[in-house]
Nanobody, 120 residues
Framework: VQLQASGGGLVQAGGSLRLSCAAA????????MAWFRQAPGKEREYVSL???????YYRDSVKERFTMTRDDDKNAVYLQMNALKPEDAAVYYC???????????????WGQGTQVTVSS
């Protein structure tokens, strides 16, 4: 599966962005999908997960602000990010794997990342 993330950019604190992750080469219907992020000098961390059936899981710091969805017909997943904070700034990666997991090593396929910058 080839994944391509897009939608990042520069936004003021409190603003919104919608990230997209388009898949090609294989349907994502059988995969759990995830968004991870990595800020400079920090380890990569999970942001949100979505199972094959559409169940979601979020890290505590983004709950009530971020919403992850999937559209298997369009072979894509999305991350709606609202009320952005400076600490959300990072490169965001989408990933696909067989396991519904918060661990990055459980994901076999990765997109190239999209930069999110939040100004205070």
């Amino acid at each position: 599966v080839q994944l391509q993330a897009s939608g990042g950019g520069l936004v003021q604190a409190g603003g919104s962005l919608r990230l997209s992750c388009a898949a090609a080469g294989r349907s994502i219907i059988n995969y759990s999908m995830a968004w991870f992020r990595q800020a400079p000098g920090k380890e990569r961390e999970y942001v949100s997960l979505i199972s094959r059936s559409g169940g979601t899981y979020y890290r505590d710091s983004v709950k009530e602000r971020f919403t992850m969805t999937r559209d298997d017909d369009k072979n894509a997943v999305y991350l709606q990010m609202n009320a952005l904070k400076p600490e959300d700034a990072a490169v965001y990666y989408c990933a696909a794997g067989w396991t519904f997991s918060t661990n990055d090593y459980d994901y076999e396929f990765w997109g190239q990342g999209t930069q999110v910058t939040v100004s205070s």
